[in-house]
């Protein structure tokens, strides 16, 4: 079975999420206490697409305005429930460790390339790009770094 609706799409990634999470709600089952249902989800969704499940121009262009429209309005949903006061007390050390590994991405990569360079292609500078935006901002920041580098690669 192939999902060639965008609609058909929409509502089989809300009917996933909401069977996930209401899994992890009510069942008693342990594996949701080491993996979270939000890991499944992405897990799953990514398996169906590398097996064709979703494979049509409708199902990419669904995907595109749920990526361009609701994106941002998700994030700041998530943002409400976000404790600065907390994220505060963390402080120095917390900015410290975020650095050493931002450092340690930069260093790999500077180390890394020169190695690897004739296996890479020319194309790598974006895959570098989406890694270290989805360090440094999650999913958010990598899916804008998508949109920039195929524009760059556009120009």
């Known amino acids: 079975m192939v999902i060639t609706n965008g609609f058909t799409y929409i509502a089989f990634l809300m009917c996933l999420a909401g069977c996930l999470l209401l899994l ?37 262009k669904a995907y ?34 975020f650095l050493a590994c931002s450092f340690t991405l930069f260093i790999g990569f500077i180390v890394g390339y020169p190695i690897f360079k004739s296996f890479l292609g020319t194309d790598v500078w974006g895959a570098v790009a989406a890694l270290y935006a989805s360090w440094v901002g999650g999913s958010a920041n990598m899916a804008a770094m998508q949109g920039f580098t195929s524009r760059c690669r556009s120009i």
Do not use: H, Q
């Open 24 to 60: 992890e709600k009510y069942s008693k089952w342990r594996i949701f206490n080491v993996v979270p249902a939000l890991v499944f989800i992405y897990i799953l969704n990514m398996f169906f697409c590398t097996m064709g499940l979703f494979d049509s121009e409708a199902c990419s």
């Open 64 to 97: 595109s305005v749920l990526k361009n429209n609701l994106l941002y309005a998700m994030i700041f949903v998530m943002l409400l429930r976000c404790d600065f006061r907390k994220l505060a007390k963390l402080g120095e050390r917390m900015v410290a460790i």
